[in-house]
């Protein structure tokens, strides 16, 4: 069983605020992954991470930021959220199987600005 | 253009008989293929996957079949019960892990009906 966590669950924010939705993992992988997903959409992957100290963007373009300072910990900051920001954020964490890369997620957090 | 799609948004299907979810991708080179479970307002779980040098995979009451040829894959659910009722993620990958992960598709929401 996965042991991925992410906080808050959900959050409702007034526009202009900064919010920073956490994720850990105790599982020791070093990737890591945020993705945006929105009902009947597919999951788009906005930030990655290889280990510590490496943040990558992904193919949706997104105003948030990402570090990774330790291994289990891959927080995402928002400076400033607008209501275009609603969405729910899951992160994920990986360990290769073989040949292929099988991705943990956590409880996900969703998003409403206002 | 998506790489991965998922042409049912929504599928109902009785409790007992056979659910049937479908996946298309378009390139050739991804190397596995992965089905995820999702509830609302909980991240997805791993199911079940495939490699692109196999044409069936079985666990359980679940099964995925891939018809590399018509680069088409499908889950089936047999028997389909209550709490098989989620949104299923087809994603692809290719071997060793791409840089950014897995690619997914948009998802079926399967409604199982008693």
């Known amino acids: 069983e996965a042991d991925i966590y992410q906080t808050p669950r959900y959050l409702v924010i007034g526009t202009g605020k900064k919010i920073t939705l956490e994720c850990s993992q105790t599982m020791g992988h070093d990737k890591m992954y945020w993705y945006q997903q929105d009902p009947g959409m597919e999951l788009h992957l906005i930030h990655y991470?290889?280990?510590?100290?490496?943040?990558e963007k992904g193919d949706l373009s997104s105003e948030s930021t990402v570090s990774r300072i330790r291994t289990e910990h891959f927080p995402l900051t928002l400076e400033s959220a607008r209501p275009s920001h609603t969405s729910q954020y899951l992160c994920?964490?990986?360990?290769?199987?073989?040949?292929?890369?099988?991705?943990?997620f956590g409880s996900g957090t969703q998003l409403s600005v206002l | 253009d998506q790489q991965v799609k998922q042409n049912s948004p929504s599928l109902s299907v009785q409790e007992g008989r056979i659910s049937i979810l479908n996946c298309d991708y378009t390139?050739?080179?991804?190397?596995?293929f992965l089905w995820y479970k999702k509830y609302p307002a909980e991240g997805p779980t791993f199911l079940i996957s495939i490699s692109s040098i196999k044409d069936k995979n079985e666990d359980g009451r679940f099964t995925v079949f891939l018809n590399k040829s018509a680069k088409h894959l499908s889950l089936h659910i047999v028997p389909s019960q209550p709490g098989d009722s989620a949104v299923y993620f087809c994603a692809a990958s290719f071997s060793g892990g791409g840089a950014d992960g897995l690619t997914f598709g948009k998802g079926t929401h399967l409604i199982i009906q008693p």
């Open positions: 390139n050739s080179m991804f190397d596995y």
């Open positions: 991470s290889y280990g510590v100290n490496s943040t």
């Open positions: 994920a964490s990986s360990e290769m199987k073989g040949a292929y890369e099988k991705l943990f």
